[in-house]
Nanobody, 123 residues
Framework: QVQLVESGGGSVQAGGSLRLSCASYGYTYRPNCMGWFRQAPGKEREGVATIAGDGNTRYADSVKGRFTISQDNAKNTLYLQMNSLKPEDTAMYYC?????????????????WGQGTQVTVSS
C-alpha cells in the first residue's frame, strides 16, 4: 500500500520561505507523475506544481518563479521549495501520486494522497 507523508509546513511572514517534503512508502514501481496541490478554506483543491517521471515540471501561474518542485528518487521524497510567500498562498498543501495518467492538474487523476501540511502566511 502506497503511503505519502508530508512535512515542513508552518507559519511564516509574507516574503518568507518554506520547504515542504513528501516521503513515499510502499512503491513497487515509480508513479507517472507526482504533484503538489493546495486547498484553502472554502475553495476547491488546486494544482500547484507537478513533476513527471522524466523530470519535466509544470507550475500554476500563481506560483511560477516562486515555487520549485523537485524529487530525490533515491530517498523516494518529493519537495516543494516555496519562496517569496504571499498571504494568498495560505492553504493546506497535499502531495499526490499518479500511477496511470499523464501529468495534469485534475485531482481525480491522482491515485494516492498524503494527509496534508498547513502553510500559513501572514502579512
Amino acid at each position: 500500500q502506497v503511503q505519502l507523508v508530508e512535512s515542513g509546513g508552518g507559519s511564516v511572514q509574507a516574503g518568507g520561505s518554506l520547504r515542504l517534503s513528501c516521503a513515499s512508502y510502499g512503491y513497487t514501481y515509480r508513479p507517472n507523475c507526482m504533484g503538489w496541490f493546495r486547498q484553502a478554506p472554502g475553495k476547491e483543491r488546486e494544482g500547484v506544481a507537478t513533476i513527471a517521471g522524466d523530470g519535466n515540471t509544470r507550475y500554476a501561474d500563481s506560483v511560477k518563479g516562486r515555487f520549485t518542485i523537485s524529487q530525490d528518487n533515491a530517498k523516494n521524497t518529493l519537495y516543494l521549495q516555496m519562496n517569496s510567500l504571499k498571504p494568498e498562498d495560505t492553504a493546506m498543501y497535499y502531495c499526490a501520486a499518479n500511477f496511470w495518467a499523464v501529468c495534469g492538474w485534475a485531482p481525480t487523476t491522482y491515485n494516492y494522497w498524503g494527509q496534508g501540511t498547513q502553510v500559513t502566511v501572514s502579512s
